[in-house]
């Protein structure tokens, strides 16, 4: 087995007994990516101090300094998160050229832990969409089927470590964006509780919903990403103080007892056959493993798509007001006055999708609407949230499919069909819950399909024992990306 197909956690215990150095890991990545990124376009930008870091990490373990789990890893970071010295995008026309003076908390994180960043992942402009279509860099393609999206909007994350173009990878969710590319692509994305990840230097769209998230090829991987990045941050506000746990050290596959809820909700006509039936059967290996299925009601989430869209535009028509073209990006040339810098700045600059949703948001924002739609809006989404938590009552984990069908192809779905997608994956971000997507099996043309665990607030461990009592159970059968 090469470098690049293997998990993080073993090629930590690899370096760790010297049987490997991190610039032949390292140089088994950039291989890779030199062979497949033409037909995959994963990435926005790939480091090009890959080795340099490599032979730092590798420098350092030779003279006994100490090691994290992540020491000499390939990571890869979506292209809104910010690094220093680094371009840092959105996918966007309208950043094209921005280098960041600053490391976002969780860069500062990874290169505190020895982490070896391989580069800045291709997403939909912004983080507005759900194929990795929307890049002004070009789409994303499937490593499972290049005919086929990778997901979006952290579509280049999931791609690259699906196609062993890194060992695990930094996304972002606000609607569902790390989950679904991860089902997508087969591969584990992990959105967290709201607050438990720093969201200092994660460029905002809509800042009460995303949360920077952790991709990895199974559970194990992503628990020892999280378990590196998670944590307080004076540096934000939305971050909660509390102390985590050390995630893999406390993984176990006993989960006996543990009460599952399956919303009927989840399970609608809107469910592909495919979808339907690795759910179902996923729930089958969970009820052999002695856990408790419930059949569990959540009325109010059928209100979910409008509510999220309502609020994510508002949000994002005000945190995008900031590229007008005088402070730092793209500036239209040949103005004749401040107007017209303004309105060609933000035309030329920004995409179809962004556009679409400043508008959005700038009319259920307005005098006239705000009381008809943004204010009836958070009224939805409290209503959503007490429900979601009061469904725990009943469970300790909820069960459902990450998405109504597998990878789409490529020019298939137009933006309203694919916003009413996310009907499975908007609930955890509205509520703040914790959710992981986790591969459970495949459609008859072997395309991934992935289930999401929702828990509790904080209740990361918990999911982790789930995911990786699953992948336990069936052997891995679901696991390892795409190794085309």
């Known amino acids: ?60 373990l030779a003279e006994g300094k100490a090691a994290s789990p992540l020491t000499g890893i390939p990571i890869a970071v979506k292209d809104n998160i910010s690094t220093k010295g680094m371009k840092t995008t959105c996918a966007s026309k309208m950043l094209e050229g921005y280098i960041p003076p600053y490391d976002a908390t969780v860069i500062s994180k990874l290169r505190a832990a020895g982490a070896v960043i391989t580069g800045k992942t291709n997403m939909d402009e912004f983080a507005m969409g759900s194929s990795t279509e929307k890049s002004y860099f070009g789409r994303t393609c499937n490593p499972h089927e290049p005919l086929c999206s990778a997901g979006g909007s952290s579509g280049g994350s999931a791609a690259a470590v699906a196609c062993g173009e890194a060992t695990a990878a930094l996304g972002s969710d606000t609607g569902g964006s790390v989950r679904q590319p991860a089902s997508f692509c087969g591969v584990v994305g992990l959105k967290p509780t709201y ?71 989840y399970f609608g006509e809107c469910v592909s056959s495919d979808v339907r039936k690795a759910a179902e059967s996923a729930i089958d290996c969970y009820r052999k493993m002695g856990a408790q ?61 962004v556009k679409r949703r400043i508008m959005l948001g700038t009319f259920v924002l307005s ?81 991934p399909i992935g289930m999401q665990l929702m828990g509790r607030p904080f209740s990361e461990l918990l999911l982790f024992n789930m995911g990786y009592a699953f992948e336990k159970f069936t052997a891995g059968s679901f696991m390892g990306g795409a190794l085309i």
């Open 195 to 265: 607050g438990s990840i720093s969201r200092y230097g994660l460029i905002a769209f809509a800042s009460s919903l995303e949360q920077v998230g952790v991709i990895g090829r199974c559970t194990a991987d992503t628990a020892m990403l999280y378990s590196h990045v998670c944590g307080s941050d004076r540096r934000d506000a939305t971050s909660v103080r509390r102390s985590y746990p050390d995630f893999l050290s406390c993984i176990s596959c006993d989960i006996k007892g543990v009460r599952i809820g399956v919303p009927e909700e």
């Open 293 to 353: 299925i419930k059949t569990i009601s959540l009325p109010l989430v059928k209100y979910a798509v409008n509510t999220y869209y309502i609020i994510s535009s508002a949000e994002a028509s005000s945190n995008l007001a900031r590229y007008d073209g005088v402070r730092y990006g793209y500036r239209a040339r040949n103005c004749r006055s401040l107007d017209e810098m303004y309105f060609r700045t933000r035309s030329e600059g920004f995409g179809s999708e």
């Open 367 to 447: 005098a006239g609407y705000y009381e008809d739609y943004y204010k009836k809006a958070l009224y939805s989404r409290e209503m959503i949230r007490r429900e979601m938590i009061n469904a725990f009552n009943e469970c300790d984990v909820m069960i459902t499919p990450t998405y109504p069908t597998a990878a789409f192809r490529l020019g298939e779905k137009d933006s309203l069909s694919m916003y009413s997608g996310d009907v499975f994956t908007v609930s955890a971000n509205i509520s703040g819950l914790p959710a992981m997507s986790v591969p459970c099996g495949y459609t008859e043309e072997r395309l």
């Open 1 to 60: 087995m090469k470098l690049y197909q293997k998990n993080a956690y073993e090629l930590c215990r690899m370096l760790r007994e010297k049987k490997v150095s991190s610039e032949e890991i390292c140089r088994d990545v950039i291989e890779r990516i030199n062979s497949h990124e033409s037909r995959i376009n994963s990435y926005i930008s790939v480091s090009n101090d890959i080795i340099a870091q490599a032979r730092a990490v590798d420098k350092a």
